[in-house]
């Protein structure tokens, strides 16, 4: 009897990719037709606005009206919220041409409610480059990440990267501190251990690499070394490929200390003088610490350190007003520590 021909796996794989990949293309053409509906509903009303009667209120009116006859019809994807929508997209975004595919209608609702323009202009650009999905961007700008960003760069620098007219080139540009780590699931409880939170981050690595930013990818976890008799371990390794270098990542759940730090510094030692090759750049150490104490760490590291730096974790989503308080406690420290230096 004649056995049964078998098709080869690659012919199976390569159906199951054309019709996965046309069924994405699918729902990405429907998302961006519906993003397209709402900018042309947004324009008509404009339209209408200008040619209509001069009064203050008069836009508020045609948007109330044209939803009590849309809604009964077409449900409540077309109220009054939803057609004011439609209408201040428009006006943020007057060139169709200038719409983006990759992003559909409830990523451009959250943008469409940022009021700083070079806010959301960091957003929309970021979301399109590093293609977030709906849920991505919405704890991005939850986790204030923008605002986290400008602790530590100005903001031409930071819209720079995200438009692509430069690369970071600076560990500075890439870390963000506080780091927030909502997504890790774990109370803020001083008797957790740092086994507990670096389990954590390797159980959510994905979003760990996320939180961190741009380029990174994962080597190594509980790395270990000998030198000579000594036996340590390091916590993580990464890899950044924008800033071509090892980036060695040591957690604490106390306040830092200055052992903490020479221990973080003799790990990057380790990696700048026996795994970096000659084309690399030097290694990047972060201290990842429930508590930060910025005197402790200016006086334990050399005053041209640029490869160490702490950064302070949340576990939970910070509030505007706490990143705030945040922003401008960090700007009074810097102001007090340029006073110094110009004293001396």
Not at 318 to 329: G, S
Request: net charge neutral.
């Amino acid at each position: 009897m004649k056995s049964k021909e078998v098709i080869s796996a690659k012919l199976v794989q390569d159906a199951k990719q054309i019709i996965e990949t046309a069924r994405k293309n699918a729902v990405r053409s429907v998302d961006f037709c519906r993003v397209q509906m709402y900018w042309n509903l947004g324009k008509r009303i404009f339209e209408e606005e200008q040619h209509g009667k001069k009064r203050a209120d008069y836009g508020a009116y045609i948007v109330k009206s044209l939803a009590e006859k849309l809604e009964v019809e077409y449900g409540s994807g077309f109220g009054v919220r939803q057609i004011e929508r439609a209408r201040q997209f428009f006006l943020l975004y007057p060139i169709a041409s200038a719409l983006r595919t990759q992003l559909n209608w409830f990523q451009y609702k959250m943008l469409i409610a940022i009021s700083d323009s070079d806010k959301r202009e960091y957003y929309e650009l970021e979301a399109v480059n590093n293609a977030w999905n709906g849920r991505e961007l919405e704890r991005q700008i939850n986790s204030q990440l923008y605002e986290r960003l400008l602790l530590s760069n100005d903001k031409e620098a930071v819209l720079a990267v995200a438009r692509k007219e430069r690369f970071p080139e600076t560990p500075q540009e890439v870390i963000k501190d506080p780091m927030v780590l909502e997504f890790l699931g774990l109370e803020k409880n001083p008797a957790f251990y740092e086994s507990d939170l670096e389990g954590a981050i390797i159980s959510h690595i994905t979003e760990f690499l996320l939180e961190l930013g741009k380029g990174f990818s994962f080597i190594a976890r509980q790395k270990r070394i000998m030198l000579e008799d000594d036996e340590f371990f390091i916590d993580l390794v990464l890899y950044n490929r924008l800033l071509r270098c090892f980036v060695i990542i040591e957690i604490k759940t106390g306040k830092i200390t200055h052992q903490d730090l020479g221990q973080l510094q003799m790990y990057v030692n380790y990696h700048d003088r026996i795994e970096k090759l000659p084309d690399e750049n030097p290694t990047i150490g972060i201290l990842l610490c429930a508590g930060k104490n910025d005197s402790v760490v200016k006086m334990t590291l050399p005053e041209n350190n640029k490869t160490i730096l702490a950064s302070e974790y949340k576990l939970y989503l910070p509030t505007t007003e706490q990143l705030v308080n945040e922003i401008n406690e960090a700007k009074e420290l810097a102001k007090k520590q340029e006073a110094c230096r110009t004293a001396q």
